[in-house]
């Protein structure tokens, strides 16, 4: 039967700017999106019958709808007038629920795959417009680029040309952390204003010029997340995490999305491994990665 292999790479957030609560109940962001080499492999083939099957070795990767890879299957099949379904084979590699975008990411590539497979013709807009809908990071794996800037959900995205390729190491508890709780956690210590009251430190475009110049210690200085403290309350231990990688010799450290992976900035790969080896491994998983 014809197939599909797509890889479905992870995200880093830099800058992640919370701006208020919306009348939606999301809320307004600032981010500054890394595309990460940390992938998982998704193998798409047609089925003759017109079920949507996902296979995926991981425990916790959801097999029916509450997976956005067989929603978005769903959507394409209804609004094409398909007939044949497909089976979805997820290899995972990047954990799951951890700040990393991964399940946005196998979304998106479920939705790049399904447009070659069944030869749907969608325009980039149309893309765009189903990753919306479907959540708040899909769009930025859509737009296919190693770094963007964020805006709305996240799902306003401006791609960002000519930054270099940096080396990471990449820290994930295992532990999961689910996005909505996060926010949750942050509503009640009201930290968040409403829309347009909370005059903030526009951290993005004190990280930007940082991030063009390749100037690494100061890119590390400005990283920064204003989901920590939701992040902190909910696990205050995590707090030891971002010390133990800055004494091992990290440049910069910092919580990705609503965590609880946490990321480092290092020189070179020779760098970040290094950092990996003094690192103690048995609470969590450590990679090295960089820019994807
Ligand atoms: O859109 P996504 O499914 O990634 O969001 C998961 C949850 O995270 C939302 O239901 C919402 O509670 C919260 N969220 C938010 N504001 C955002 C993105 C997510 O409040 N910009």
């Known amino acids: 039967m014809p197939s599909v292999t797509i890889q479905s790479p992870a995200k880093l957030n830099l800058v992640l700017d919370v701006l208020g609560r919306r009348p939606d109940g999301f809320h307004e ?38 997976n ?51 030869r749907l013709n969608l325009t980039q807009a149309q893309m765009m417009s189903y990753a919306t809908a479907l959540g708040s990071d899909v769009a930025f794996f859509i737009a296919q680029t190693p770094y963007a800037l964020g805006e709305g959900r996240g799902e306003q995205l401006t791609p960002l040309k000519g930054m270099p390729k940096l080396w990471h190491v990449l820290v994930t508890p295992k532990v999961k952390m689910l996005t909505k709780d996060v ?17 903030k430190t526009d951290n993005v475009n004190i990280l930007l010029p940082f991030l063009r110049q390749g100037k690494l210690a100061q890119l590390g200085s400005a990283f920064s997340n204003d989901l920590e403290p939701a992040i902190l309350k909910l696990r205050p231990d995590f707090c030891l995490l971002k010390r133990k990688l800055s ?21 070179s790969k020779a760098h970040a491994k290094a950092i990996v080896q003094k690192f103690d ?5 450590v990679f090295v990665v960089s820019t994807f």
Do not use: Y
């Open 29 to 66: 962001l600032r981010t500054i999106f890394e595309r990460i080499d940390l992938a998982d492999s998704i193998r798409i083939t047609q089925r003759r019958d017109n079920l949507i099957k996902v296979e995926c070795d991981h425990p916790q990767v959801p097999k029916g709808p509450g």
């Open 68 to 118: 956005l890879v067989v929603r978005i299957a769903r959507h394409l099949m209804t609004d094409f007038q398909i007939t044949q379904g497909v089976t979805i084979r997820i290899t995972k590699r990047i954990p799951v629920a951890a700040g990393l975008a991964g399940g946005s990411s196998n979304g998106a590539a479920v939705l790049l795959g399904l447009n070659r497979l069944w």
């Open 183 to 199: 926010f949750k956690a942050l509503a009640e210590q009201r930290l968040v204003g409403k829309l347009k009251l909370t005059k």
């Open 247 to 267: 004494d091992a010799g990290a440049i910069g450290v910092c919580f990705s999305g609503s965590g609880p992976s946490v990321f480092a900035l290092a020189e």
């Open 281 to 285: 491994k048995r609470f969590a998983q």
